[in-house]
């Protein structure tokens, strides 16, 4: 079958893979092969705390030069793709890990070296006003800008480059796998694709060339000059909009909220589709005050059609201590968002539940039966309810 086995359990060698994608091979629902190049068991991954603090070694011949950052008179750099402006010297990596500065060039420590590739139901981003049904290709590499304390995928996410294996996929390599894998998209996702966002923009411009779409799903802290650029390329992106009070930022992912408000309006305001999830955390930002200030926050500056997912939390990472998130929360996050008049409102993480499907915000006629991230029954007429013909925002199938 080409599986090679390692510590991480199974996967699909990358020789298998791209021969069976290059024969036209389709994968079968919830049949999806999964590459990774960290090991998934938690016990065998160091801590953060164990990792090494010294600058990363210098870039391989492979390296790639950086876009968006400034030299500084002192040799240093200062980069400008994502809100944190780090200020790095020679021989220093920036906050995320990714971008190193060799001699007062910047350069990606990530180009072509994803440590992820993934073909999922595009309703798992979650995106589920984007070709419902349809398969779309997931890229990740090691890194991020953020240190969420819920991490689900902090094996990526949390580690350095130098940490993760190389898969080996070039720009080309990842569309023509994702053509042969029947995918109608591409995406960007695992960990935050602003760290490797020259990869990402020249894999989105090659997707678009032959024919597929594009989407990225980000915690929302890149700055507003590269989201323009990028979002010429894109077709919809899915942001994590993680709690509403600055303090969860500060305390509970080393980040900050105003940013990503930014870039939601900048993706607005750009007429790409746009969803958002809001993971409800037992105890740190499930507050429904709070949960009330987003909605209203959502429908003044975003409108009323955005789709919002409100996604139940499974102990994870940093957090292993707290509950899952009740279904009792959820519901009541749910119909807060209703009664501010957000139309389309999701339930996540909770397979089964009604809130998986979507229902015209007119008549109530159910427009896409779903469970979990399967899709059951299409009942669109094009972008318009069958019933009584409200226009629902989205990218449909034709």
């Known amino acids: 079958m080409g599986y090679s086995g390692d510590r991480a359990g199974w996967r699909l060698s990358r020789r298998a893979l791209l021969k069976r994608a290059l024969a036209g091979c389709a994968q079968v629902a919830l049949g999806f092969e999964f590459l990774s190049g960290c090991a998934r068991r938690e016990q065998e991954m160091p801590t953060p705390e164990s990792r090494s603090t010294r600058p990363s070694p210098t870039p391989p011949p492979d390296s790639h030069k950086a876009r968006f950052y400034r030299q500084l008179g002192d040799g240093s750099v200062r980069c400008e793709v994502c809100w944190r402006h780090c200020q790095v010297s020679q021989g220093e990596a920036g906050f995320c890990r990714s ?5 007062g060039t910047y350069y990606s420590l990530l180009y072509e070296r994803p440590g992820a590739i993934q073909v999922d139901p595009v309703e798992k981003e979650p995106a589920f006003h984007m070709l419902p049904g349809t398969s779309i290709l997931c890229t990740g590499t090691a890194g991020c800008n953020n240190r969420c304390m819920f991490c689900q995928n902090w094996q990526l996410s949390q580690s350095s480059p130098y940490e993760v294996e190389n898969l080996g996929y070039a720009v080309g390599e990842i569309v023509a796998l994702a053509k042969g894998m029947f ?5 960007f996702t695992y960990n935050e694709p602003t760290i490797f966002y ?4 020249d894999i989105a411009a090659s997707a678009k060339e032959m ?7 980000t915690n929302g802290g890149m700055n507003r000059e590269p989201l323009r650029a990028l979002l010429e390329l894109m077709d919809a992106a899915t942001v994590d909009l993680k709690a509403f009070t600055e303090g969860f930022y500060t305390r509970i992912s080393a980040s900050s909220l105003e940013p990503v408000l930014h870039t939601l309006e900048t993706i607005r305001g750009a007429g790409k589709h746009l969803e958002i999830v809001n993971l409800v955390i037992p105890t740190l930002n499930d507050n429904l005050d709070d949960i009330r200030r987003m909605c209203a926050w959502i429908k003044a500056n975003l409108g009323r059609d955005v789709p919002l997912h ?3 939390f499974f102990p994870a990472y940093r957090l292993q201590r707290l509950p899952s998130t009740p279904v009792e929360t959820l519901e009541a996050a749910a119909q807060i968002a209703d009664a ?7 339930i996540g993480n909770m397979p089964g539940h009604r809130r998986n499907s979507t229902f015209c915000p007119r008549c109530g006629e159910t427009l896409i039966k779903r469970v979990h991230f399967s899709v059951l029954e299409m009942r669109l007429d094009h972008s318009k309810c069958p019933t009584c013909s409200h226009e629902v925002p989205g990218i449909w199938l034709s």
């Open 183 to 187: 995918c109608r998209s591409v995406s």
């Open 211 to 217: 024919g597929l779409y594009a989407l990225f799903h």
């Open 99 to 103: 971008r190193k500065n060799v001699n």
């Open 198 to 201: 020259e990869f990402m923009y």
């Open 340 to 346: 501010e008049g957000l139309e389309y409102v999701y």
């Open 310 to 312: 409100f996604t139940r």
